[in-house]
């Protein structure tokens, strides 16, 4: 299901889809692991808006977070 939802964001929106899962990691701890790889791959920088989408019960919850140091 996650899959699906990552690459219809990719085909219809632009969006960057990156994975993350696993029990052991908290949301907070995966989106500041997508933030850095994104900022590696210079896809975002410093002062720029992202948008990290995740999954609760089946439904999309969007989280509108600005990129730091």
């Given at each position: 299901?996650?899959?699906h939802?990552?690459?219809?964001?990719l085909?219809?929106?632009?969006?960057?889809?990156l994975?993350g899962?696993g029990?052991?990691k908290?949301?907070?701890?995966?989106i500041?692991?997508?933030?850095?790889a994104a900022k590696n791959?210079?896809?975002?920088?410093?002062?720029?808006?992202?948008?990290a989408l995740?999954?609760v019960?089946?439904?999309a919850?969007m989280l509108?977070l600005?990129?730091?140091d």
């Open positions: 299901m996650e899959a939802v990552a690459s219809r964001g085909v219809y929106r632009g969006i960057i889809p994975m899962s029990s052991s908290s949301t907070e701890e995966l500041t692991f997508g933030i850095e791959e210079e896809i975002c920088k410093v002062g720029d808006s992202v948008l995740r999954l019960d089946g439904s919850v509108p600005m990129v730091v």
